[in-house]
């Protein structure tokens, strides 16, 4: 156990829906990376946020957004969804955000999102 | 655009045998990080190296950084069930910035 929960565990949904993905950084950490899993395109980055505020960006498509609130949870936005955003979508956390390399990231269990 | 390949894709091996799985790219990185993902589970976190030609072991797990930081293996000795699983690099951009770019993954199979 990580201690990064995300929820749903699972979601089914049609195109052109909206979800949205919730997650809960470890006690302690202020930096909350968001990642997409799929079969064909492996793990890729999408935003990350420290204390609140946006500190880089990765291939995040204009139809997803992303924010972490005061009390340091984080929501992923996906909407106009379509066939190909079904995958694996990760949280992961860490301390303090650092430089890339600089410090551990602690992923939680993932969401599977499933668009029909 | 980085890139960060990962061979062999996909090892099935027998309980005893040593693998060595290879992460390579043609940019440099400030350093590269090895995780393990299992079914229904994210990544974990392995090892980090840092240093060119830097070597670093973890019980029958050897990781190496290449000396140019453009490449990495992974050499696991006598393999056994439990590591099965998803095995991913990641590097981290030298030219400083909060970004990682993870590898293509090889998913090994350790049959007992």
Known sequence: DSGVTQTPKHLITATGQRVTLRCSP???DLSVYWYQQSLDQGLQFL?????????????ILERFSAQQFPDLHSELNLSSL????????????????????????????GTRLLVL | TQLLEQSPQFLSIQEGENLTVYC?????????????????EGP???????????V?????????FGDARKDSS????????????LYLCAGADASGTYKYIFGTGTRLKVLA
């Open chain 2, 74 to 85: 992974l050499h696991i000795t006598a393999a056994q069930p439990g590591d099965t699983g």
């Open chain 2, 44 to 54: 974990v976190l392995l090892v980090t190296v840092v240093t060119g030609g830097e």
């Open chain 2, 56 to 64: 670093k072991k973890l019980k029958r797990l050897t990781f190496q």
């Open chain 1, 82 to 109: 379509e066939l190909g955003d079904s995958a694996l979508y990760f949280c992961a956390s860490s301390v303090e955000g650092g430089l890339a390399g600089q410090e551990t990231q602690y992923f939680g269990p």
């Open chain 1, 47 to 59: 935003i990350q946020y420290y204390n609140g505020e946006e500190r880089a960006k990765g291939n």
């Open chain 1, 26 to 28: 470890r006690s302690g």
């Open chain 2, 24 to 40: 390579n790219s043609s940019s440099v990185f400030s350093s590269l990080q090895w995780y393990r993902q299992e079914p229904g």
